[in-house]
């Protein structure tokens, strides 16, 4: 059984007011089942997020982190900062990384060792566009996403990672995957994971992104292969982020 992780991705967005209602509303949440929750916010709120998590089962998440671990890189941030902040997951591939700042396949894959050097737990995001989709290349497009890292580890290393299938179409458009769309992905990933780590294939995490929400978190999360969420704009509010990850336990 694969314990369900709920990520929460505010992006550029939040305050200091909105870590301190999350600290004080996860406080006391019930689920009927474990489940792993974290919280990316912007990197200036981590150390009051950490204060204001302690003692929830808020876990705490990064955005992205430069691969060098310091030196000359005006306005990046890296894994040892990061870790020191108390920060245990880190994104890396975020389609907004892609498309916005240009990550390529590689900047992700050394975004991703950067992260297991320093041990934190990426969160590696894969998903096609719309072009790519219309054109029949979806799997191609994310297995190749998936392989450029994954193939390159050491079995240790993959076992601390997470993949997150988020349909570029999808993510803050309203518009999300059909449950079978996205459960088709996610054995394309699962069954390529296997095709060369049989045993590491059955305890990947693979998480759905891509306009889920309190509405439509329980039938994607009810999918064979999709072990938890990659959340946006629905992890801003704190009722309906509660009730995402109460679907899921
Ligand atoms: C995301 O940014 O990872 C995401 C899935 O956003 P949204 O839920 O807003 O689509």
């Not at 993510?171 to 054995?187: D, F, K, L, V, W």
Request: proline letters at 5%; a negative charge; one cysteine or more.
């Amino acid at each position: 059984m694969r314990k369900p992780l709920i990520a929460g991705n505010w992006k550029m967005n939040g305050s200091a007011e909105l870590i301190e209602t999350f600290g004080r509303t996860f406080a006391g949440i019930e689920l009927s089942s474990p489940v792993d929750v974290v919280i990316h916010p912007p990197f200036p709120y981590l150390d009051a997020a950490r204060s204001a998590f302690a003692g929830t089962p808020l876990a705490l998440g990064a955005q992205t982190l430069n691969p060098l671990p310091s030196g000359a890189r005006t306005g990046e941030v890296s894994g040892e900062m990061l870790a020191e902040f108390g920060v245990e997951y880190v994104l890396a591939g975020h389609s907004e990384r892609r498309q916005l700042y240009h990550e390529s396949d590689e900047q992700v894959y050394e975004r991703v060792i950067a992260a297991l050097t320093v041990g934190l737990k990426p969160i590696l995001c894969v998903g096609e566009t719309l072009e790519e989709r219309d054109a029949g290349q979806s799997e191609d497009v994310v297995l190749r996403q998936v392989g450029h890292v994954m193939a390159r580890l050491e079995p240790g290393q993959r076992r601390m990672m997470t993949i997150a299938y988020e349909p570029v179409w999808a993510i803050g458009t309203g518009r999300t995957a059909t449950p079978e769309q996205a459960q088709q992905m996610m054995a394309a990933i699962r069954g390529y994971q296997a095709s060369f780590d049989s045993a590491l294939a059955d305890a990947l995490r693979l998480l759905y992104g891509g306009s889920m929400n309190a509405s439509n978190a329980r039938e994607l999360l009810a999918q064979e292969d999709i072990d938890g969420g990659l959340i946006g704009g629905a992890s801003l509010k704190v009722d309906d982020f509660k009730a995402i990850c109460q679907s899921a336990g």
